[in-house]
């Protein structure tokens, strides 16, 4: 790939695919108005939802390729990297945009809330499939929005549009546990692959070279992002994927503490820990004593 686009304007998205800009922080472009095109790529200083309808050749997200499916919803989040290729083909997409520069929130309630729709920093193969009654609701939203846009502008547009913006991703929020919930078997797979990892990991000298895992090393391992993998653990476990890895490192440590002639120090070392006392502090948080206290008590056992 060649030379990226920065887009830092709604106006500079516009001008891009041909669209008029009624309003300078926020556009809704339906694609059938667009000019046909063979490849982009562009760094996004803004918000952007897509809605795609139809297949439409290879979009890319930093270096991961995705395919669309019909009734596809892909988030991008300001400083991001996103693009299309069509191996040379132009095309003519079927679809919606929806883009919104940080401005148009700053200083709304909205605005202190938007990094928790975790989905705007999904990678692009986690993209939310919709069903046709989502893609009625979705598509409703983003009428409502231009609709709203297309009004002159007064004292009331920039809260109705930003409430209208925040209806739309909290459907977006519902979908998405829809999806997790329809996809268990392939939340099982990526459930038993992570749990064998992190077995296979503490059986390693991985915790002395590298020190303990992340919840992002696991999500890297898994091809995930961190955010997608973590709402994933969250919805299939009930624990965030740290008090998970946390989980299985207090139990090891239970076992090793217990084992003869081996210190609370090589314990922590063993397990990872750049220092004891941040190793004891963990270990009286979960079990409610220090490990010099368990090993005291069980040591009779």
Request: net charge neutral; glycine share 6%; charged share 25%.
């Amino acid at each position: 790939m060649s030379s990226v686009e920065r887009f830092d304007t709604v106006k500079q998205y516009n001008d891009s695919v041909g669209a008029d800009t009624l309003h300078p922080l926020v556009t809704v472009v339906d694609f059938k108005n667009i000019p046909p095109f063979s490849y982009f790529r562009r760094y996004m200083g803004v918000y952007a939802v897509f809605l795609k309808e139809v297949k439409c050749g290879d979009i890319r997200y930093g270096c991961q390729p995705y395919d669309y499916d019909d009734g596809t919803l892909v988030f991008i989040a300001p400083g991001q990297v996103y693009g299309i290729d069509t191996k040379g083909e132009k095309i003519t997409p079927k679809g919606k945009a929806l883009v919104f520069h940080p401005d148009l929130i700053a200083g709304t309630n909205h605005g202190k809330t938007i990094k928790e729709y975790s989905f705007f920093s999904y990678e692009v193969n986690e993209a939310l499939h919709l069903s046709k009654k989502e893609s009625a609701v979705i598509n409703d939203c983003f009428d409502k929005i231009a609709t709203e846009i297309e009004l002159n502008i007064d004292k009331h547009s920039k809260s109705l549009i930003v409430s209208n913006i925040e209806l739309f991703l909290k459907y977006c929020m519902r979908f998405y546990d829809r999806q997790f919930i329809t996809r268990t078997h392939v939340n099982n797979d990526i459930l038993t692959r992570f749990e064998n990892q992190l077995s296979e990991y503490f059986l390693s000298d991985k915790p002395a070279l590298i020190g303990l895992p992340s919840v992002g090393y696991f999500a890297d391992q898994l091809n995930l992002s961190a955010n997608y993998f973590g709402d994933l653990i969250k919805k299939e476990t009930g624990s965030t994927a740290l008090d998970y890895i946390q989980s299985k490192l207090i139990e090891l440590a239970k076992e090793k503490i217990l084992e003869q002639n081996k210190t609370i120090t090589e314990v922590s070392d063993e397990l990872g820990f750049k220092y004891q006392q941040h190793f004891t502090r963990l270990f009286k948080q979960k079990v409610g004593m220090a490990p010099v206290e368990f090993k005291s008590l069980n040591k009779m056992n």
